[in-house]
């Protein structure tokens, strides 16, 4: 079967004979690992359109199950984003990120359109990088359905902003259960927060990546929430090392 779809190439693999594995995050089938051809002197037509931070239209050959990438036509490929290293590196964790916690074959059409705003916000960014890719990580968690519990307590369900984040129980904790909690010598990572973190992670939730584009958050405040997400994260979904490594939150003004 033949079949059209967008996507992103999130990450490619050279393997032998010209041969390259491509994942491809598209709107029809979700990530995919995709085989093509393309020429080592990278002169084939479609060599753009298989690059990292490549949008494209994207024809696929799906065969007993896998799939072969025909050919691609570039929509955006994105091309300033390598022209500053840290901005490049604060896209290439998002994609990365990505990647990791996105299952195979499993549409995220949501996911999927935030990722294309994502590259596109970045792209017309002129510094301070770490505030679009730290609304990414909390939008991409929304998108999964793996969100923090932000509105009630984490265990007892008591609604309110609750100003203690427990990264075991997934979200906000009440006073109640927190004196619980030390009551029973639990182990846990717990972070105090603040409404005006709340705030911020309400605004982010409520509003496009596009406008935040010249917005930029605290340092202090930014690394804060940039901790718990990261350690959320990595404690829920175990996305693994990321070779694209940690970025820096830049301090400015709001």
């Not at 969100?147 to 129980?169: N, Q, W």
Request: glycine share 10%; aromatic share 8%; charged share 25%.
């Amino acid at each position: 079967m033949i079949t059209d779809t967008r996507g992103i190439v999130l990450r490619q693999v050279k393997t032998i004979g010209g041969r390259r594995m491509i994942s491809l995050f598209t709107e029809q089938y979700g990530k995919i690992g995709a085989g093509v051809t393309v020429s080592e002197r990278g002169k084939s037509r479609n060599a753009a359109a298989m690059s990292p931070f490549a949008y494209g239209n994207y024809e696929l050959y799906i065969s007993h199950g896998r799939f072969h990438l025909n050919k691609g036509q570039v929509i955006k490929n994105f091309y300033r984003i390598g022209a500053d290293v840290d901005r490049y590196m604060a896209a290439a964790y998002g994609l990365e990120l990505c990647d990791k916690l996105l299952e195979e074959e499993v549409p995220a059409k949501d996911l999927f359109e935030l990722t294309v705003e994502f590259l596109s916000t970045m792209e017309e960014r002129k510094s301070r990088y770490g505030t679009i890719l730290l609304a990414y990580k909390i939008k991409l968690l929304a998108c999964l359905g793996a969100l923090p519990v932000l509105d009630r307590c984490a265990c007892c369900g008591k609604p309110g902003k609750h100003l203690m984040f427990s990264i075991p129980e997934g979200g906000l904790v009440c006073e109640d259960c927190l004196a619980g909690m030390a009551q029973d010598g639990a182990d846990a990572l717990l972070y105090k927060v603040d409404f005006v973190i709340l705030d911020i992670l309400d605004h982010i939730l409520k509003n496009a990546l596009s406008s935040l584009q010249k917005a930029a958050l605290d340092e202090g405040l930014a690394s804060q929430i940039n901790t718990i997400i990261d350690r959320f994260i990595t404690y829920h979904l175990d996305p693994g090392d990321l070779k694209a490594g940690s970025v820096r939150i830049e301090q400015t003004e709001v």
